[in-house]
């Protein structure tokens, strides 16, 4: 039996600066930083970094309005891959917005405050904050937004999308499944988010978007998919 190397949370820190970067709509500032993303995934040896590497590589070579429409075919055209975390499991339904409001207040509890107007829940967001949280708040945050980041996971590789290797880098950060993950992922691919249509109401009135939000740790199953 193989035994994975545990991540150091320097690792895991880089890995969500990275991924981070990557998942981030593909602007003319990401581009031009991708020489240097592609330094930082070698000297960090980030989980599956010939991978990420490689996907950074093939980027490279692309121009930026092919790099654009491909991320809109993928994240915004292909709702299971969406970005915002708490769509995948609260769908539109009021309960999604208490969990955006949780989520802000999470963010501010550690003196975190984006300059974008982002909805909290948007990945990119939640790993520039784990990527800079004190202590083991990142990582809680992601443990407990994993079955969303593993029904992407499992999304992207269903549809043999290259951007998979991201959430495999990042998945590699936050340790192995247990099976009660596992089942709720399962079921979430066979049913699909809630399909209750009332808005974000009690979050939109009462928090300041550009300071942005996590389900309560009760609502999402513990541990974490290999």
């Known amino acids: 039996m193989i035994r994975r190397r545990k991540v150091s949370i320097d690792t895991a ?11 981030r709509y593909p602007d003319a500032e990401l581009v031009a930083a991708l020489p240097a ?7 960090e040896r980030i989980p599956h970094a010939d991978a990420v590497g490689e996907l950074v590589d093939s980027w490279s070579a692309l121009p930026v309005g092919e ?7 993928r994240f915004d055209m292909h709702r299971s891959c969406s970005l ?5 499991q609260f ?32 990945l990119p967001l939640m790993l ?14 992601l443990v407990d937004w994993r079955t969303a980041i593993e029904l992407v996971r499992r999304e992207l590789a269903e549809m043999q999308a290259p951007e998979v290797v991201l959430f495999d880098a990042l998945s590699a950060t936050l340790g192995p499944a247990d099976r009660g993950l596992i089942a709720t ?8 988010p809630p399909g209750e249509d009332v808005g974000l109401a009690p979050f ?6 550009e300071q942005p939000m996590m389900p309560p740790a009760s609502t999402c199953a513990p541990g974490g998919l290999s």
């Open 91 to 122: 769908g539109d339904r009021r309960q999604r917005g208490l969990v955006l409001l949780n989520l802000v207040q999470t963010y501010q509890r550690h003196g975190f405050g984006p300059a974008s107007g982002d909805l909290p829940d948007w």
């Open 128 to 141: 520039e904050f784990a990527a800079e949280a004190p202590d083991n708040a990142g990582r809680d945050l």
């Open 67 to 73: 790099l654009q429409a491909r991320y809109v075919e």
């Open 84 to 88: 915002d975390m708490s769509w995948h």
């Open 13 to 23: 820190r880089a890995t969500w600066r990275i991924v981070g970067a990557l998942l």
């Open 37 to 43: 993303i592609r330094e930082a995934v070698v000297d």
């Open 204 to 209: 939109g009135p009462s928090i300041d978007n």
């Open 185 to 192: 992922v399962e079921r979430l691919l066979a049913d699909g």
